[in-house]
């Protein structure tokens, strides 16, 4: 755990779940929030997110950590392991428990699937299981934020999320939780990820209401698909990177950025390429939408170098 420092003005981070290898979508967040904190003078560190051992690949960390470094990025600070952060997850459990602002359930899918799949009160039949532990979600619990891309965002969470999952019944934690726990712990000013997450984020301010805790700037970038609209990375269309030549897949990743192909184009190495990115990015020209298509990112100069 770092210690805040009331000072920073801005730290940013990348946070992947180590569920398989980097895809491109992967690369394009990764280097958006670098971009952003650099562009801002600060920070940037990346936490692994290994806390869903029924979904991660053996190995899956270590490889999307040599891919990241193969592109030249790199933590300012030491990782973050969440499978090591047990304890601050059952301090910040404990105290939403005492505090009855949650609490423990019950009810299946099935159950749940007779109320429309949104828990508001617990409506479980079948046989006594271990329970999850959910956030108490009062009536009217609308939440609203401006993100720094997409604008302003509003959810009903308690109609359209209901009372939200914080430990599983598998005894696993929610990654609602750990994030609001970690970004608070590291510090994060600023979270910039994929806009499939754009959803999460009012359950986590709601939570880090809860807890007491500051929101930070949120900013959620497009999120790559393929030309059938499909996430990359559960397509099979997924663009495996390449650690051994990087410098194809950087080029497609910023110009997915909205930024100019030509700025890029000359440079001999990753790290030639990382120092003109910083000189040439501008905020201002990211694409204000939340998904952009595999083959956009590839229509423009550097077209079929990767
Ligand atoms: N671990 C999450 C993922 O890989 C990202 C979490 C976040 O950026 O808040 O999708």
């Not at 749940?112 to 009062?138: K, M, N, Q």
């Not at 959803?199 to 700037?217: K, N, V, Y």
């Not at 410098?247 to 003109?276: C, E, F, I, K, M």
């Amino acid at each position: 755990m770092t210690e805040t420092d009331p000072h920073l003005i801005y730290r940013g981070r990348f946070a992947p779940s180590p569920t398989g290898r980097l895809h491109f979508g992967s690369l394009v967040a990764a280097l958006g929030s670098w971009l952003l904190a650099r562009h801002h003078g600060g920070e940037w560190l990346i936490r692994v997110e290994d806390l869903d051992p029924p979904r991660e690949i053996p190995g899956a960390a270590q490889a999307q950590l040599a891919t990241l470094a193969a592109f030249g990025l790199m933590s300012d600070l030491p990782l973050l392991w969440q499978s090591q952060r047990h304890d601050r997850y059952s301090e910040a459990l404990s105290r939403l428990l005492a505090d009855g602002a949650a609490f423990e359930c019950r009810c299946s899918r099935t159950d749940l699937a007779a109320v429309g799949g949104i828990h508001r009160a617990c409506v479980a039949h079948g046989p006594a299981r271990p329970p999850a532990i959910r956030l108490r979600v009062a009536d009217d619990s609308r939440v609203a934020f401006v993100d720094g891309l997409q604008g302003r965002i509003e959810q009903a969470v308690d109609r359209e999320v209901g009372d939200v999952v914080l430990r599983r019944a598998d005894g696993f934690w929610a990654y609602q939780l750990a994030v609001v726990v970690d970004d608070a712990d590291q510090g994060i000013t600023d979270v910039v990820r994929g806009a499939d997450l754009l959803d999460s984020t009012p359950r986590q301010i709601l939570l880090q209401r809860a807890l007491g805790l500051p929101t930070p700037r949120y900013l959620h970038l497009p999120l790559i698909v393929d030309a059938e609209g499909q996430k990359l990375s559960k397509s099979m269309a997924a663009l495996p990177i390449d650690d051994h030549a990087p410098l194809p897949a950087l080029r497609a990743a910023w110009t997915a950025l909205g930024q100019p192909a030509a700025a890029l184009a000359d440079a001999p190495s990753v790290a030639g390429a990382l120092a003109s990115a910083q000189r040439h990015f501008r905020p201002e020209a990211l694409p204000k939408v939340r998904h952009a298509t595999f083959a956009a990112a590839h229509n423009k100069p550097v077209a079929g170098a990767v």
